[in-house]
């Protein structure tokens, strides 16, 4: 059965990585069988050292968009079928907002403006003496990540006016449809789920969540996705 491997969930939503939020409403989604391995130990033995990554049929996979386009090829299920070529082409567009530009945006929220929340949720198991060193360390490395990214270079002003930007893309084009391209869910509504879920229902307070629960559908985007992916 294919394995999927990913952080442990924490805040009470699937999981705090928007990306291993995507990969598991995707799983979901299709309705393909899999398994859950959780933690953080995942990370070293991943291809890519990121998380997501899958086990199937003997291949390991990792990213996850790569990896929905490998699954949508060898079990022929496609969320996508019957979109036109200009859907397919403005759903694309959807998920590389969010991937490129709202992910680091949530991120630099989380790890610049909210360290000490960070560092206990994910760090607050290690060890006392690792706990003490580990954790700043990681930090140091993921900020010069943001800066060398771009997103790092930019105030935190600026950067909550970027979100709310691309959140506002999104609420608008979601109107009062469902889903983001209508009536049927389709693949894009993996990373949608994974990526609002991860800015309006977690401690993490900034503006652009304000802002986010502000825009009610989509709260009852995220509500729709719940009871038909996760309930029970
Ligand atoms: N493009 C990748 C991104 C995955 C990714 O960035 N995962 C982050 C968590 S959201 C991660 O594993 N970070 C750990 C690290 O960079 O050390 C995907 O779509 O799977």
């Known amino acids: ?31 393909q069988p899999f398994e859950v391995y959780t ?16 086990e199937d049929n003997g291949q390991t996979l990792a990213d996850s968009a790569l990896i929905i386009d490998s699954l949508k090829a060898t079990y022929g299920k496609n969320l996508d079928d019957g979109m036109t070529t ?12 969010m991937a490129e ?20 949720v ?6 006392p003496v690792i706990k003490q060193i580990l954790p700043g360390q990681i930090r140091r490395k993921t900020l010069k990540r943001f800066k060398e990214q771009g997103i790092g270079l930019h105030s935190p002003a600026e950067i909550h006016q970027m979100g709310i930007r691309d ?11 469902p889903f983001l391209m ?28 304000a802002y986010g629960q502000s825009r009610g ?3 009852a985007y995220c509500d729709r996705m719940k009871a038909r992916y996760y309930a029970g």
Request: hydrophobic letters at 40%; a neutral charge.
């Open 101 to 120: 530009s709202l992910y680091w945006t949530t991120f630099c929220i989380r790890w610049r403006e909210h360290w000490p929340l960070v560092k206990d």
């Open 182 to 209: 209508g009536e049927h869910p389709r693949t894009v509504d993996a990373m949608t789920y994974g990526m609002l879920v991860n800015l309006i229902e977690v401690p993490v307070e900034s503006p652009v969540k």
């Open 39 to 54: 933690g953080v130990q995942y990370l070293s033995k991943a291809p890519k050292k990121k998380l997501p990554y899958i």
């Open 217 to 219: 559908n989509l709260q």
């Open 122 to 127: 994910f760090f607050g198991d290690l060890p």
């Open 167 to 177: 959140l506002g893309a999104i609420a608008d084009f979601l109107a009062d449809k």
């Open 86 to 97: 200009e859907e397919c082409a403005i759903a694309t567009a959807f998920e590389q907002l």
């Open 1 to 31: 059965m294919l394995k999927l491997y990913q952080f442990d969930p924490v805040w009470g939503i699937p999981n705090p990585s928007p990306f291993c939020m995507r990969m598991e409403t995707y799983l979901r989604m299709t309705g």
